[in-house]
């Protein structure tokens, strides 16, 4: 098995707001190796987005790492200089938004941005520069390029757009490309051709890529391995079909069950988790789950759970799985 | 049984202006005919730019239709002078939750507001807000709330809240679960279901998620480009669709499980531009079983008994065959 592209060993990081501080993040430890896709699910509120800018080092003015590191190829990036981490990014590690409307300047051209883009590429004329642009929109998928290039991102549909984004941050040849909700924003069919780009370029290019979704779908159809989060934690985290199909924390069972779409036969009336997410500024003392969960015990509200190692690439924060 | 809401041919139509007025006016909408019966759920689905959202606001009288006519509980909805007395039995749950509610208005004001608009006297507004907040599971101190503090899920019970103050008969609901995690999703449909029970309410469901619309709807008609493609019982159009558009669409629907991964893709492209309407029928620049008939001739929408009925030249034929072919 290779070595891992991107870790996140530890990670914490709080929030400050008026008041106190948001826990957003509590001892998060991931990583991801070459060739592979891993899947950040869970629902809103729950950390995945800022695990997700923490990877790439764009949190807000607000957040403060209280411990851990983010390797990249075994380098911790949050050690080191401003200007080091700037050239990193866009380089070595690409995101691609949810939003591709507000990740484009609206008044500047599609091709101007992505020559723009590759600023730190040294040694490539403008020329050069704009005919990888045009290819890489091709390579994209997007059918006439060369009119594209010309284009303002409203002149453009949501779905080439996000194509578009796609492109712009794959043009340096990142070694991990982060995306966040890539697909959220889009219509069904559109979704669906988004995720089989994502899974061409995975193999043409053999980057590491960390999708971040709430859709349950879009990463069965799309990552090796996933992990599931929930207030600020990684529950569990498993390859993709031992986590569909023999899923051990209490609540990926109770996400797994809810999603309609994993549901064969019609019915009135859906299953649903029942209650809310904990205080992020004010957490109970055990298990964060604990409130919503089903099998949840006496010591379960009072202990955090242990991490549990099931196998290969498996674990889970819980006190009642047995390895 | 006579329909609670019955569209017929209903059209809109938009000039495009033009310097020289030779613009070709945007046909948004395209004949639609559908009937909703008192009680029913029906899914209203399809690909944004379908029209699907101008429907329903034509329906409520927001959209002027063009030609056709929308008949609510056997009355003339649009043109009547009675429009103001339909008005308060139908009633719409928008899109967005939460930018639907006034910033200034309290929760408590927002939900008894529909009584002050259509005149209706209220004996006490702080109780008849409780009673409403109550009645989609939100409790009573939820009404001295502002929109901004509340979750998307109590945004959208406050929606609901609303659009049920004034007892309607119908109520339209525009992406009701759009932007909600699975779990609110359920509550969410869930409290529908036991709202639609307990008032006998008829709901009219936009959605482009059809693992939903599978759960709630009775009925769906699927829109392309503002024409109906097909319509049927909900159960038979997702045991045997029957139009390439919604094989493909369903196709689409990335499932939960990764053993079902799909090789290939269900659909490309994009839906075309409503200013270039393609030629024959709209869906042959997208459709794997096109021919020559489909780039000319636009089909008609042929009924197939058991209240089904689709626009296709080659309905025979894209029974299990076609379908086959499109997974492969």
């Not at chain 1, 507000?102 to 704009?130: C, I, M």
């Not at chain 1, 549909?157 to 890539?182: F, N, T």
């Not at chain 2, 109520?171 to 639609?196: F, H, R, Y």
């Not at chain 2, 759960?215 to 109906?228: E, F, K, Q, T």
């Amino acid at each position: 098995m290779s070595e891992a592209v991107l870790s996140v060993e530890n990670l914490s990081l709080r929030y400050r707001v008026p008041g106190g501080t948001v826990a957003a993040l509590r001892n998060v430890s991931l990583a991801v190796r070459q060739g592979e896709v891993l899947g950040i699910a869970g629902e809103s509120g729950c950390g995945k987005s800022t695990l997700a800018s923490a990877m790439i080092d764009l949190m807000g003015a607000n957040a403060e790492i209280t411990s851990g590191a983010v390797c990249l190829n075994g380098c911790d990036i949050l050690s080191l200089p401003r200007a080091e981490r700037r050239r990193l990014r866009g380089r070595e590690i690409a995101m691609v938004f949810q939003d591709p409307m507000t990740a484009f300047s609206p008044v500047l051209t599609v091709g101007a941005q992505l020559v723009d883009f590759q600023f730190n590429l040294d040694g490539v004329t403008g020329r050069e520069k704009w005919s990888r642009a045009r290819d890489m929109l091709a390579r994209v998928g997007l059918s006439d390029p060369d009119l594209a290039m010309g284009r303002f991102p409203h002149e453009l549909s949501g779905g080439m757009r996000q194509r578009a984004a796609i492109a712009a941050a794959l043009l340096m040849r990142p070694a991990v490309l982060i995306a966040d909700e890539p697909t959220t924003a889009l219509d069904v069919t559109m979704e669906a051709q988004i995720v089989h780009l994502l899974r061409e370029l995975q193999a043409d290019y053999q980057c590491a890529i960390v999708i971040v979704t709430h859709h349950l779908g879009v990463i069965a159809e799309l990552c090796d391995r996933v992990a599931v989060m929930y207030a600020g934690e990684v529950v569990e985290e498993a390859p993709v079909d031992a986590l569909y199909h023999d899923p051990r924390h209490p609540y990926t069972r109770a996400l797994l069950s809810c999603d309609p779409a994993g549901i064969e036969a019609a019915t009135g009336r859906l299953p649903a988790i029942g209650g809310r997410l904990p205080d992020l500024s004010d957490l109970p003392p055990g298990c964060t789950f604990a409130a919503r969960c089903g099998i949840a015990t006496d010591r379960c509200r009072t202990v955090p759970p242990p991490c549990v190692a099931l196998g290969p690439d498996r674990s889970a924060l819980c006190h009642e799985v047995a390895p | 049984m006579t329909a609670l809401l019955s569209i017929r041919d209903v059209s809109v139509v938009l000039p495009t202006g033009g310097w020289f007025g030779g613009a070709a006016p945007l046909n948004i909408l395209a004949g639609v005919t559908l009937d909703l019966m008192p009680g029913e759920t029906l899914g209203l689905v399809g690909e944004s730019g379908s029209g699907k959202t101008t429907l329903a606001r034509a329906i409520l009288g927001l959209q002027p239709i063009s030609a056709g006519r929308v008949r609510f509980d056997g009355r003339d909805l649009i043109h009547s002078a009675g429009f103001k007395a339909i008005r308060p039995r139908t009633a719409l749950m928008f899109q967005d939750a939460t930018a639907s509610l006034s910033p200034r208005m309290t929760v408590g004001d927002a939900v008894t507001e529909p009584f002050s608009i259509h005149g209706v006297a209220v004996r006490n507004h702080r109780d008849k807000a409780a009673e409403l907040l109550a009645e989609v599971g939100l409790p009573p101190e939820m009404a001295t709330r502002y929109p901004h503090e509340l979750s998307g899920g109590q945004a959208r019970r406050v929606g609901v809240a609303r659009a049920l103050a004034l007892k309607p008969a119908l109520v339209i609901a525009d992406e009701p679960t759009a932007g909600l995690d699975v779990s609110v999703q359920a509550e969410i449909l869930n409290l529908m279901a036991d709202l639609k029970d307990r008032h006998g309410l008829s709901y009219l469901i936009i959605t482009h998620n059809l693992a939903l619309v599978r759960h709630v709807a009775d009925r769906i008609a699927v829109l392309y480009l503002g024409r109906l493609v097909e319509t049927g019982p909900t159960r038979a159009i997702f045991a045997e669709p029957r139009h390439p558009y919604t094989q493909s669409l369903i196709a689409a629907e990335p499932k939960p499980d990764p053993r079902k991964r799909r090789a290939d893709l269900a659909i490309r492209g994009e839906i075309p531009s409503i200013l270039r309407r393609p030629k024959g029928c709209e869906f042959h620049t997208r459709c794997p079983l096109a021919e020559d008939i489909c780039r000319t001739t636009p089909p008609a929408l042929k009924e197939l008994g058991y209240g089904r009925s689709v626009r296709c030249h080659f309905t025979e034929t894209t029974t299990e065959g076609g379908r086959h072919e499109l997974e492969h």
